[in-house]
């Protein structure tokens, strides 16, 4: 989840009302986010430090508030302080526009074709008349930061693990950044429309960049910026692509390199009153979303309050569009389906009137003698796609803890799922057959889910984790071996036998995924002892099959296999009648001295989900 600083006096401020440390924690818990820490900058540099020094009393107090993730608008102070008070009933929501320029008279930004080789989508607007002041100024700043790590970023280009180890995971953490959608803003004074979106072979590119004195040539930034800690972390986007993104203005002035750093000529300030943000992206619908983001937080600073000029986008096809897109729509939602939903008995009134604290502005109307309640999504509620997200915002609205179980809900949305109830049966029979139920993490140490195995990665299975915060959480376990070993090589000491069992998900990519990778449920069962144990093992087995009611021969059956992890000979793998969802056999020696095991263990485990 994301976490956002904010100082607390100034936060205090702006909600025109001060709070004991306990009534905002409990106004956070209210609204859906949460009060993560309580601290000073001068105490985060201590913190760095190692030094024990006491809080001074002259130190600002900042809060870190951890909010959802896809909640883009709670990501500055802007859009906490004006969601709070919403919320307080302080403030009505407000009403976004778009100012009313002639399309003659718009600014313009031509996409040329090139540029749809590398980020073919941009989307433009202008806050006018804004007023800077440095909070205000680090804030918009620092929004533009945190949308760059959360909406625009891509896991999925990130490197392969080797390269991880090769660069660091300081390094690895911020690859995916910017690769989405990349945020230029500039200090509209010092440009002229109509500005170009190109696409150039580097040599063709060169200007002065931010924090530069002299210009360069596109490939020779690259190169620059090859040993700058920051803005390397950037470089591979678009480095080994044979033209680059380049947004100029009327007079061939460099506005930005997205998404690697923007041109100095056009660099903000306290002073700027007029700003142009650019967005240039690979994906137009982030593109949009992130647009709408900052503009309609710091429109709030704007001559006319809450007002966005539009820039149209004209591309060389003919076809054109005018950003931002601020306009609201709407959702019908029944009012029996948020009800029986939360498990609560709301009248539709009510139902409106949480909903308009959650800056979603709902009225009720009845169809066909049915009440229903027309919801009003602003653009700012990018996180609002479905009835069921509106029944969630309901819900929070009216206290999590004041709903009560129902037997209503019991039997219809509270529900168990299939897979959990089916794994919580075999949990009751495994525990039943004498087994101990341990829980390990789902992540592990890379070493541990393939050499310590005896398995090689083949980069087709194991999901990599991009930030590992330490060597032993650098792979999400693509099996639940790793977990149950370390458990047992933990507890070797213990009387034999040791019989535990681990139900519990694994991850393995999966390009049918939007996320890249999709979680399997399995059970994983592991007996240590002074002797060989296989046919302990093959009995749980057997047991488990019983209990799902699935024959031997024409449901389940063996086949011999030739697993690494288990000694030759020893083992075997489990079919579903032609569908393979596991093995079992005595792990192999080399494996046991590895996770420091003095004694012979069997080892069995199955996927679950089949079996629903």
Same mark, same amino acid.
């Given at each position: 989840?994301?976490?956002?600083?904010?100082?607390?006096?100034?936060?205090?401020?702006?909600?025109?009302?001060?709070?004991e440390?306990?009534?905002f924690?409990?106004?956070?818990?209210?609204?859906?986010?949460?009060l993560?820490?309580?601290?000073?900058?001068?105490?985060?540099?201590?913190?760095?430090?190692?030094?024990?020094?006491?809080?001074?009393?002259?130190?600002?107090?900042?809060?870190?508030?951890?909010?959802?993730?896809?909640?883009?608008?709670?990501?500055?102070?802007?859009?906490?302080?004006?969601?709070?008070?919403?919320?307080?009933g302080?403030d009505?929501?407000?009403?976004?526009?778009?100012?009313?320029?002639?399309?003659?008279?718009?600014?313009?930004?031509?996409?040329?074709?090139e540029t749809?080789?590398?980020?073919?989508?941009?989307v433009?607007?202008?806050?006018?008349?804004?007023?800077?002041?440095?909070?205000?100024?680090?804030?918009?700043?620092?929004?533009?930061?945190?949308?760059?790590?959360?909406?625009?970023?891509?896991?999925?280009?990130?490197?392969?693990?080797?390269?991880?180890?090769?660069?660091?995971?300081?390094?690895?953490?911020?690859?995916?950044?910017?690769?989405?959608?990349?945020?230029?803003?500039?200090?509209?004074?010092?440009?002229?429309?109509?500005?170009?979106?190109?696409?150039?072979?580097?040599?063709?590119?060169?200007?002065?960049?931010?924090?530069?004195?002299?210009?360069?040539?596109?490939?020779?930034?690259?190169?620059?910026?090859?040993s700058?800690?920051?803005?390397?972390?950037f470089l591979?986007?678009?480095?080994?692509?044979?033209?680059?993104?380049?947004?100029?203005?009327?007079?061939?002035?460099?506005?930005?390199?997205p998404?690697?750093?923007?041109?100095?000529?056009?660099?903000?300030?306290?002073?700027?009153?007029?700003?142009?943000?650019?967005?240039t992206?690979?994906?137009l619908?982030?593109?949009k979303?992130?647009?709408?983001?900052?503009?309609?937080?710091?429109?709030?600073y704007?001559?006319?309050?809450?007002?966005v000029?539009?820039?149209?986008?004209?591309?060389?096809?003919?076809?054109?569009?005018?950003?931002?897109?601020?306009?609201?729509?709407?959702?019908?939602?029944?009012?029996?389906?948020?009800t029986d939903?939360?498990?609560?008995?709301?009248?539709?009134?009510?139902?409106?009137?949480?909903?308009?604290?959650?800056?979603?502005?709902?009225?009720?109307?009845?169809?066909?003698?049915?009440?229903r309640?027309?919801?009003?999504?602003?653009?700012?509620?990018?996180?609002?796609?479905?009835?069921?997200?509106?029944?969630?915002?309901?819900?929070i609205a009216?206290?999590?803890?004041n709903?009560?179980?129902?037997?209503?809900?019991?039997?219809?949305q509270?529900?168990?799922?299939?897979l959990?109830?089916?794994?919580?049966?075999?949990?009751?029979?495994?525990?039943?057959?004498?087994?101990?139920?341990v829980?390990?993490?789902?992540l592990?140490?890379?070493?541990?889910?393939?050499?310590?195995?005896?398995?090689?990665? $083949?980069?087709k299975?194991? %999901?990599?984790?991009? *930030?590992? +915060?330490s060597s032993?959480?650098?792979?999400?376990? &693509? =099996? #639940?071996?790793?977990?149950?070993?370390?458990?047992?090589?933990h507890?070797?000491?213990?009387?034999?036998?040791?019989?535990?069992?681990e139900?519990?998900?694994?991850?393995?990519? $999966?390009?049918a995924?939007d %996320?890249?990778?999709? *979680?399997? +449920?399995?059970?994983?069962?592991l007996?240590?002892? &002074? =002797? #060989?144990?296989?046919?302990?093992?093959?009995?749980?087995?057997d047991?488990?099959?019983?209990?799902?009611?699935?024959?031997?021969?024409?449901?389940?059956?063996?086949?011999?296999s $030739?697993?690494?992890?288990?000694?030759?000979?020893?083992?075997?793998?489990i079919?579903?009648?032609?569908?393979?969802?596991? =093995?079992?056999?005595?792990?192999?020696?080399?494996?046991?001295?590895?996770?420091?095991?003095?004694?012979?263990c069997?080892?069995?485990?199955?996927?679950?989900?089949?079996?629903?």
């Open positions: 989840m994301p976490i956002v600083s904010v100082g607390r006096d100034r936060l205090f401020d702006a909600l025109g009302q001060t709070y440390q306990e009534e924690e409990e106004l956070c818990f209210d609204y859906g986010i949460e993560d820490d309580v601290t000073t900058e001068k105490a985060i540099v201590r913190k760095e430090k190692h030094l024990d020094e006491e809080v001074g009393e002259d130190e600002e107090i900042i809060y870190k508030i951890e909010v959802p993730a896809n909640r883009y608008d709670l990501l500055c102070l802007e859009g906490l302080v004006q969601a709070l008070r919403i919320f307080n302080k009505e929501i407000p009403t976004y526009r778009v100012a009313d320029v002639p399309r003659e008279s718009m600014l313009k930004m031509h996409v040329k074709p749809a080789s590398i980020r073919p989508f941009v433009c607007a202008v806050l006018r008349g804004v007023t800077f002041d440095e909070a205000r100024y680090n804030s918009f700043i620092d929004l533009q930061d945190k949308l760059h790590q959360n909406i625009c970023r891509s896991w999925r280009e990130l490197p392969p693990f080797r390269e991880f180890r090769e660069v660091g995971a300081s390094h690895a953490i911020l690859m995916g950044r910017r690769t989405l959608v990349a945020i230029g803003t500039h200090d509209l004074d010092t440009i002229h429309g109509p500005f170009t979106y190109e696409a150039l072979a580097p040599s063709e590119i060169n200007f002065i960049p931010l924090k530069q004195e002299r210009s360069f040539r596109a490939d020779e930034l690259m190169e620059h910026y090859k700058d800690t920051k803005l390397k972390k591979h986007i678009i480095e080994d692509s044979p033209v680059y993104p380049v947004i100029y203005d009327k007079n061939r002035t460099v506005l930005s390199l998404p690697i750093i923007n041109g100095a000529h056009s660099s903000i300030n306290l002073r700027t009153k007029n700003v142009f943000i650019e967005c992206a690979t994906d619908t982030k593109a979303i992130v647009l709408n983001t900052m503009v309609t937080m710091f429109s709030v704007c001559e006319k309050k809450f007002e000029e539009p820039v149209e986008v004209i591309y060389t096809n003919g076809n054109s569009s005018i950003y931002p897109d601020l306009s609201v729509y709407t959702m019908d939602v029944a009012l029996s389906y948020i939903s939360i498990g609560a008995s709301l009248e539709g009134s009510e139902v409106t009137r949480l909903l308009n604290r959650r800056q979603l502005y709902a009225e009720q109307s009845i169809s066909n003698g049915e009440c309640i027309l919801v009003s999504v602003p653009p700012t509620r990018s996180d609002v796609l479905h009835a069921c997200d509106v029944m969630e915002n309901v819900a009216y206290g999590l803890n709903i009560t179980r129902s037997e209503q809900i019991s039997l219809t509270g529900r168990q799922q299939p959990n109830q089916t794994t919580d049966l075999i949990r009751l029979e495994v525990a039943l057959m004498g087994y101990t139920e829980l390990t993490w789902i592990c140490s890379y070493e541990e889910n393939f050499s310590m195995l005896n398995r090689k990665d $083949d980069s299975t194991a %999901v990599i984790i991009g *930030n590992p +915060r032993d959480f650098e792979v999400v376990r &693509s =099996s #639940l071996m790793p977990g149950m070993l370390k458990t047992m090589g507890n070797k000491g213990a009387t034999k036998p040791v019989k535990i069992f139900a519990g998900d694994i991850a393995l990519l $999966d390009d995924k %996320v890249g990778a999709s *979680n399997h +449920r399995h059970l994983a069962a007996c240590c002892d &002074s =002797s #060989l144990t296989l046919e302990i093992i093959h009995g749980l087995i047991r488990i099959m019983e209990v799902l009611g699935v024959p031997f021969g024409s449901g389940y059956h063996y086949e011999p $030739d697993e690494p992890e288990f000694f030759p000979s020893r083992q075997a793998n079919f579903l009648k032609e569908k393979k969802i596991g =093995s079992f056999g005595i792990v192999h020696p080399e494996v046991l001295a590895k996770f420091d095991i003095d004694f012979p069997s080892f069995m485990e199955i996927d679950i989900e089949p079996f629903l």
